[in-house]
């Protein structure tokens, strides 16, 4: 029992002090909105850390999508320097680059609302159940991510291309 109690406590503690934003997913043809969550893990090891992204969506009513895809999880590897608008400078230099199975690819300069000169992002993470585009500018808080579409992958046709549009809350 002791055990259980130490485990729950070291699991709570770090999801308690893992930095978190909010999102709101968009309404889109098969579904009516969700919630999605970013967690920076700040698990920093050997020069990286973990992004996980979680999210739950609310299909529309005779909407094909099977229960088991309502909900999913991706955890995305980045190099520490990515904390700054470092990265992702380095990022544009070189276009892509590999971080333990992770794809990231820098897209083009883009200006989000009034923010000028932002980074727009593509991330194949591990699980190549989905690809996430982001908008970086160094100007927003926690991550710095504006926006983040998922884009799923998937042997159903239906959900194949589906895109996922968060919003920060």
């Known amino acids: 029992m002791l055990k259980i109690i130490l485990i729950f406590f070291i699991v709570f503690n770090a999801y308690v002090f893992a930095d978190q934003s909010d999102y709101l ?9 969700g919630n999605a969550t970013l967690v920076d893990l700040d698990n920093e090891e050997n020069g990286f ?3 996980k992204i979680n999210y739950e969506i609310i299909k529309k009513k005779l909407a094909p999508i099977p229960e088991d895809q309502l909900k999913g999880e991706s955890e995305i590897i980045f190099p520490s320097e990515f904390r700054t608008e470092v ?11 590999e971080i333990k199975g992770t794809v990231i690819e820098f897209q083009k300069r883009v200006d ?17 159940r989905s690809k ?7 100007e927003l808080n926690h991550l710095g991510w504006k926006e983040v579409s998922i884009i799923l992958i998937n042997k159903l046709p239906v959900l194949n291309g589906y895109e996922i549009k968060l919003t920060q809350k």
């Open 25 to 33: 997913i968009e309404r889109g043809k098969l579904h009516n909105g």
């Open 49 to 51: 850390f973990t992004i």
């Open 87 to 97: 990265g992702y400078q380095n990022l544009e230099k070189v276009k892509s680059m």
């Open 112 to 128: 989000i609302g009034v923010l000028k000169n932002g980074y727009e992002v593509i991330v194949y993470p591990r699980n190549k």
């Open 132 to 138: 996430i585009l982001f908008y970086y500018h160094p």
